[in-house]
């Protein structure tokens, strides 16, 4: 299999939820061996839903309607078709090929047990190991994520340990297995500033010693900026704009990563007045036939919300989803109380 396949493939992926209530439109997108991706976007937006499918974790009303998960293979492994897998083609790829943290570490831990029993059960149900070579494995994960005394770290339990430590612990289950790809869903969210930053830095580092690919997901642009190659941005349950994260900071191409960057601080403490979106975003299921974003938005039009629009390919791995991408650059992307109203008065005109 060639090196160069991605380690991930999402086509064409529809999630619905409850009652046929479609969550995650039509989402498509790839990640390369080693390559960090940031998935950002507002609560609602449809990230953690497609993170779940990827993973296999759709919450018990929840379906993948149509669209293809892969898994790419390289070296010894072979690539793995994820959607309507088997439950034992999931035993076989979570925890050895896929790993993933979330935000609320100590959900996660058993709290009856040491984190080292658990990190230890990890290796030997996932990795094979014998007892001792388990135990010994996991003192050394724990000291290779930062986790000062790992022997006594060993021996505690879940409420023994911070919020920063249990995340690192997560995190050593997590990569104990030398996975593909880790997903981290908000893993940093319920963290103090300090301590988001070292397991940021944590997760560089692992990606880099590892050759670990990454996706992070976050509402913050400013944890994407510090930490991925790449960002995906989502709204309304759609992809609206992708490309280098550099650029995509740089030259937002989208109304709403235009929005986003109004209301982020990247890279600078200076105090200034909060700024707000204004307006909500679709509710899960909502039909709209066009631009999702378009009654929140200052340049809508009738363009925009007469029929579908397509995630455009910019060329030079950017691509937005706009008909009017060549006009929004300058001034405020985000309407004003009246014109949310006009837009709104133009969605119903096409409905």
Same mark, same amino acid.
């Given at each position: ?94 925890? /050895? ?76 289950? =997590? ?51 510090? /930490? ?28 709403? /990563?235009? =929005? ?83 837009? /709104? ?7």
């Amino acid at each position: 299999m060639p090196e160069s396949r991605p380690v991930l493939e999402v086509s064409d992926l529809q999630v619905s939820v409850g009652d046929h209530l479609v969550a995650v439109h039509d989402v498509s997108f790839a990640i390369g061996r080693g390559e960090s991706v940031g998935l950002v976007g507002e609560s609602g937006s449809g990230k953690t839903l497609t993170c779940r499918a990827v993973l296999g974790l759709l919450p018990a009303t929840g379906e993948v309607d149509h669209g293809r998960i892969v898994l790419g293979g390289g070296e010894d492994r072979e690539a793995v078709e994820l959607t309507g897998a088997a439950r034992a083609t999931w035993n076989q790829v979570r925890g /050895t090929r896929l790993g993933a943290v979330f935000q609320d570490s100590a959900s996660y831990l058993n709290p009856s047990l040491t984190v080292g029993h658990q990190l230890a059960e990890q290796l030997r149900v996932k990795g094979g190991l014998a007892r001792g070579a388990a135990r010994a494995r996991a003192v050394e994960l724990f000291a290779e994520v930062g986790l000062h005394d790992p022997a006594s770290v060993f021996h505690q339990y879940p409420h023994q340990l911070s919020g920063g430590m249990q995340q690192r612990v997560l995190i050593a289950i =997590a990569i104990s297995c030398e996975p593909e790809l880790l997903i981290a869903d908000e893993a940093t969210t319920a963290l103090d500033v300090v301590i988001q930053a070292e397991i940021l830095a944590l997760l560089r580092r692992l990606r880099e010693t590892h050759g670990l690919s990454l996706l992070l997901v976050t509402h913050d642009l400013a944890v994407v900026a510090e /930490t991925c190659q790449r960002i995906l941005v989502m709204y309304g349950g759609q992809v609206v704009e992708s490309g280098t994260t550099e650029e995509v900071l740089a030259r937002p191409k989208h109304p709403y /990563t235009q =929005a986003l960057m109004g209301v982020a601080t990247i890279g600078t403490w200076e105090r200034r007045a909060l700024e707000v979106i204004p307006g909500q975003p679709p509710a899960a299921g909502e039909e709209m036939p066009g631009c999702r974003f378009a009654p929140r938005c200052r340049w809508a039009t009738e363009a925009c919300v007469s029929g579908p629009v397509p995630l455009a390919d910019l060329g030079a791995g950017r691509a937005a989803r706009c008909v009017r991408v060549d006009d929004v650059l300058d001034g405020p992307a985000t309407a004003t109380a009246q014109e949310i109203e006009h837009a /709104t008065e133009l969605e119903g005109a096409t409905t």
